[in-house]
């Protein structure tokens, strides 16, 4: 089904169990904390409902295109599509929106035999996103600084990395703690599972598997949520709407019944699922076309940046919004190349390229900053002039100064105002120093991101260019 955005909002009042401090939250989509958030999903849930090309049909029946197992180049094309109508929405400001763990589930279960005898229970849980349009995020990383069990079992102290700790006829229990659950607050259900490796004694902590936001035993502990102290719309355009969330996810005798696991006492495959299916591509190319739409807002507001004080026609300034213009032609032709040189893989299916996917997500990670900082150079000492908030506009004589002496020749002052709070919002917000962290850390540790596209270069190939030209020539005679 095609689930509109009235029907998400009525779905996140299910008792979920969600924490600011010690303060509980007991409706999100009501909370000054979430609730332009919740709106913001909601609004993508009916965008995709309204428009008949981010669906598929199969049998009678319609899920979004994000769920489509693609067989062909045009079935790429489709998702694609979708994940870049989701982003511009939300101008790659939203990290974990619902197509980006759906495309991980997706892209699973186009070889769902590399998880042995729980292949069934993958598969099923599959349709049941498609089928009930779910919103899953997902916890994957262990709690910093508590890797090591041995420390926790001397001390005679509990274990906090999420683990088995018992099973019973019906399932298996969990408890413990998983990071980070970005956008949970807003979702239906978390895939809890381990992106990177376990030591083999760590086979309690292997556990792969879905549980509800709502399930009993289930709690959110939020990050400090920005929206809450966004004065207004126009002072926080981006905190407003756009702050996605991140809550630590702890589970006290969480109960998961077995037909929601899919890897257990398996330290090994934990890890493999990711990459021995098309999940990771699948997931991460959703990241690169979500960046990509963030980086069209940094181009677009550098340049009105520029023109507002006129420095655009300065050469100099020209050459720095050449180069971004140049950034955002590169990353969108890594991502147009993804589509073109597609691969046949698994068998029977249609895999993004994997190497320009890589290289895509190690550019996105390793550029963002220098990007926002070259942002953070044209605005110069601009945002500091403004005033603190648009209430002068309210008291008629601090209205009339404040239009008289903050126009430029080429703004007036609130338009003047409203483009540098915008950009504040981007470069130098709470909201923007979180982004700041989360683009160099949204898909690992940078040395994992290059151990990605390490296993994935054509390393024989490159070695044979090398080879041949050598064997080309021989030692010279004398």
């Not at 207004?232 to 702890?250: A, C, G, I, K």
């Not at 999940?279 to 990241?287: A, L």
């Not at 690169?288 to 026609?313: C, D, P, T, Y």
């Amino acid at each position: 089904m095609l689930k509109t955005g009235s029907e998400h909002l009525r779905q996140l009042r299910d008792g979920r169990v969600v924490y600011i401090g010690a303060e509980k939250v007991d409706d999100i989509t009501t909370h000054p904390a979430f609730r332009n958030a919740a709106r913001t999903v909601a609004a993508i849930y009916d965008m995709k409902a309204a428009d008949s090309r981010f669906c598929f049909q199969e049998q009678d029946e319609k899920y979004s295109a994000y769920f489509l197992r693609a067989k062909t180049r045009e079935d790429l094309e489709k998702r694609t599509q979708l994940h870049q109508a989701i982003a511009r929405m939300s101008h790659g400001l939203l990290g974990r929106s619902p197509d980006h763990v759906s495309s991980f589930v997706t892209g699973m279960a186009m070889n769902a035999p590399v998880f042995g005898k729980f292949e069934d229970n993958l598969l099923k849980y599959y349709e049941h996103m498609r089928r009930e349009d779910v919103y899953g995020v997902y916890a994957v990383i262990p709690p910093q600084a508590a890797r090591n069990p041995e420390f926790y079992q001397k001390q005679n102290l509990p274990i906090p990395t999420l683990r088995v700790v018992r099973e019973d006829d019906d399932g298996v229990v969990i408890s413990g703690m998983k990071m980070l659950a970005t956008g949970a607050v807003f979702a239906n259900e978390i895939w809890i599972g381990n992106l990177i490796p376990l030591a083999p004694n760590q086979l309690p902590e292997s556990i792969t598997c879905a549980i509800a936001v709502n399930a009993p035993g289930v709690t959110l502990w939020s990050r400090k949520p920005f929206e809450r102290h966004a004065q207004s719309e126009f002072d926080s355009p981006l905190t407003w709407r756009f702050d996605e969330s991140d809550s630590m996810v702890m589970c006290d005798e969480v109960k998961v019944p077995w037909e929601k696991v899919f890897v257990h006492m398996d330290a090994v495959l934990a890890r493999e699922i990711y990459i021995k299916t098309p999940g990771h591509c699948y997931g991460n190319h959703q990241s690169n076309v979500r960046f990509h739409a963030k980086m069209r807002l940094i181009v677009g507001l550098a340049s009105r940046i520029a023109q507002a004080s006129g420095a655009h026609e300065i050469p100099a300034v020209r050459e720095v919004l050449g180069r971004f213009a140049a950034l955002e032609a590169a990353l969108g032709g890594m991502i147009a190349g993804q589509i073109q040189d597609a691969e046949d893989w698994p068998q029977g299916w249609k895999t993004f390229n994997r190497r320009y996917m890589y290289a895509a997500l190690n550019w996105c990670t390793e550029s963002h900053s220098q990007i926002i900082d070259a942002l953070r150079e044209l605005c110069g000492g601009g945002i500091f002039q403004m005033p603190a908030d648009i209430s002068v506009m309210h008291e008629p004589k601090l209205k009339a100064q404040f239009e008289a002496y903050w126009q430029t020749p080429q703004l007036g002052a609130a338009e003047r105002m409203k483009l540098y709070k915008l950009a504040w919002d981007l470069i130098g917000s709470e909201f923007a120093g979180r982004h700041l962290q989360y683009e160099k850390f949204y898909a690992g540790a940078s040395f994992i991101v290059r151990n990605h596209n390490f296993r994935e270069a054509p390393w024989d190939g490159f070695h044979k260019v090398v080879d041949d030209l050598m064997g080309s020539y021989g030692i010279p005679a004398h």
